[in-house]
């Protein structure tokens, strides 16, 4: 039986919903895992994790003093396998002092993991997110002579990608959720082989029919604006803030809503405050799933601002329920939300092409309450068609534990052969993995 441990920075964790899912779906396969987390997970948390109980959860923290000189042991002995890694963090690469520290910080963790995993017969170790749990996995990997792999996401990428020179060269193979994060990996860091960078799409699920999906009427009641996502920086929710009050100031009769919950909630308020829009802006804080799908429903426009994103699962379960969307031109966004066509795009920072579109896209809506089928229904319905097409989670999740089992499969028989890791991989790397899209979904509609 193929063994597979799973790291996460933190887990289970609501935010990261897509890490619970391929572990059951692994499990589904016949795969053992191990899910591991270096933060101690979120407590009380309730739907799919992948996992039936917290307690099978291999957490780093709190860490044991025991196990921490056994990890320095194995380090020691083992020192040749992760001494090019200590030289990367010391010697080379334009990282600060304090992030050098950290670094061999998680050296040392990466030992402590292996130790936890030493007795476990593991043939794999798969990291979610490029972050510091990506270093910890990487110098397991190396103590215990096995490969790793790693999902690069948004942000670990484009904005904190600490040491991925060290850890895409290192990984057996990269799996990464838009063309623009493998285009971008390939241009940054040009010695990595393309033929290990994969794409694979997250997705949602089909919750609402085609019928169920009509059009709201709103001449009479004001435009729903909701944005969904954690309070933080890079959301740049301050920055819908600011675009609320232009659009008060421009006369229209709207709410928004924000749903999530965050360090940046405090800021926010002050900021509402300091523009008077506390009739206008409500922060909800955390919202379950039951909450969220009335939420959908409720909005005009589902709204995002973010500075980096991979591509949001927010675009697509507001898609899915043929809802209209606004978000920045970024990244992979583009991938999904097809401008005119599934959707609509603005300008990344450009608080003015945000509020014309917003006004744009209010006029749509009340002089679409006088026509049988409007611009925008053929944009809601090509939008569900989109997610359908190709960003389905259950079509995702097959196609990645296909495709992950047959990479970890063909490295395990090269190694076993002395055949060069990379020559088993080539022709299956090699194929277009990425599920059709954009072009496809138009030609239904």
Known sequence: MLTVAYLANQFPTEVEPYVGEEIKELRRRGVKVIPGSVRKPDAGLHGPTGVESESEVLCLQPLRMLILLRALGLATWRWKRIAPLVKRVLLSGKESPQRRMKALLHTWLGAYYAVLLQKRGVDHIRVHHGYFGSWIAMVAARLLGIDFSLTLHGS??????????MKLENCQFCITISDYNRRYILEHFPGINPRKIIVSRLGVDDVVSAESAVRICKSERPLTLLAVGRLHAVKDHAFLVRACARLREGGLDFQCLIAGEGPERRRLESLIRQNQLEDRITLLGHAGRAELDALYERADAVVLTSRSEGIPLVLMEAMIRSRLVLAPAI??????????????????????DFVARIFFLDLLMRSEDRCAVSRLDWIRHAARLQVLRNFSRRKNLTRFAERFLQLVADSR?????????????????TQDWSPPHEDTVLQQI
């Open 331 to 352: 990244t992979g966004i583009p991938e999904v939300v097809i401008p005119g066509k599934t959707g609509f795009l603005y300008a990344p920072g450009a608080l003015e």
């Open 413 to 429: 028989c090269a190694a076993h052969d002395s055949t060069p890791k990379n020559f088993a991989m080539q022709d299956f790397a």
């Open 156 to 165: 670990d990428l484009l904005i904190d990608g600490a040491y991925l020179d």
